[in-house]
């Protein structure tokens, strides 16, 4: 139960001091690791002005829980989920990161960030969040409806192809061969950093219509997060409807390394996905 009067609302100018307090109590390691990226306490300051100006473009947006008297008594860090080589979600955001006060810790302000970041999500448009999470709180996000990955799992997602995803495959389609802009990347996250022991993966539906097919967790192997992908789709046949094509070859082709899949549900995915293919135009391979 929250003890005081809690408002959350996008970080402003004149909450960065704050948050770099927290943050700074929380993860004093951190410190010295800004000031040698950026050079100075006013390169980093300018740094947080300048995402608060540029959201999305800059990437990143910090949610800040207030009193009746504008105290900073915790924040989120929201971040766009983009890949190493700059492919960015159009469906999911992540959760770097909430941080509350020693002295205002067990007073609920937390869970009340924890609400309002999943609202923002929604309201920004994003089907969902994931967030990297220490085994420690494990507990508190699946209490909050959070699906809490085991250890060593990353996150993988699925998405409506974008304009350019082409360039993301590891071999991009043929051209003129009417399959150029319907292969989507499987896009994956490790959880971390570690060193703020963040081990776990957390993720929850906003509820909002986005570009979202379907998300995983999976040990980091490239076979094991394509058997996750096959998993999920193999119960629930369906999701072949909305698939991007090489997503659905890339199943296909994998479809007899794993013959432990019920034969029956096995049979009824493999009849839906041949369907797709055979409207697409694509043989399965």
């Known amino acids: 139960m929250v003890k005081k009067k809690v408002s959350v609302r996008p970080m ?3 909450h960065i001091d704050e948050v770099l307090r927290l943050t700074y109590e929380a993860f004093p390691f951190e410190k010295d690791q800004d000031l040698d990226k950026l050079g100075s306490r006013k390169g980093i300051v300018e740094m947080m002005e300048a995402s608060i100006k540029a959201f999305p473009i800059a990437k990143s947006r910090h949610l800040v829980a207030v009193d009746k008297q504008d105290k900073v008594l915790g924040f989120a860090a929201v971040r766009l989920l983009d890949n190493e080589r700059g492919r960015v979600s159009s469906s999911v955001l992540t959760l770097p990161r909430i941080v509350v006060g020693k002295y205002n810790r067990g007073g609920g302000v937390g869970a009340v960030l ?20 220490p085994e420690h709180l494990a507990d508190w996000y699946t209490k909050a409806g959070w699906t809490v990955s085991p250890p060593g799992h990353i996150y993988c997602l699925l998405e409506q192809p974008h304009a350019g995803d082409d360039a993301f495959l590891p071999v991009a389609p043929p051209k003129g061969s009417g399959l150029e802009g319907k292969f989507s990347p499987i ?11 963040y081990t776990l993966i957390a993720s929850i539906d906003s509820g909002a219509k986005s570009d979202f097919i379907t998300s995983w967790t ?5 076979d094991d997060f394509l058997r996750g992908l096959w998993d999920r789709v193999v119960h629930n046949p369906s999701l072949v409807d909305v698939m991007p094509v090489m997503n659905s070859i890339i199943l296909g ?7 432990d899949v019920p034969e029956e549900e096995s049979k009824a995915f493999v009849a839906a996905l041949a369907m797709k293919m055979t409207e697409e135009g694509a043989g399965i391979r």
């Not at 924890?114 to 999470?133: H, I, Q």
């Not at 896009?187 to 022991?197: D, I, K, L």
């Not at 999976?218 to 490239?222: I, K, L, V």
């Open 187 to 197: 896009q994956t996250q490790e959880p971390g950093p570690p060193e703020h022991g």
């Open 218 to 222: 999976s040990p980091a192997d490239a």
């Open 12 to 14: 402003q100018v004149k």
């Open 114 to 133: 924890l609400n309002k970041v999943r609202d923002f999500a929604a309201r920004e448009g994003y089907g969902g969040v994931m967030a990297s999470v």
């Open 253 to 259: 082709s994998t479809a007899d390394s794993w013959p």
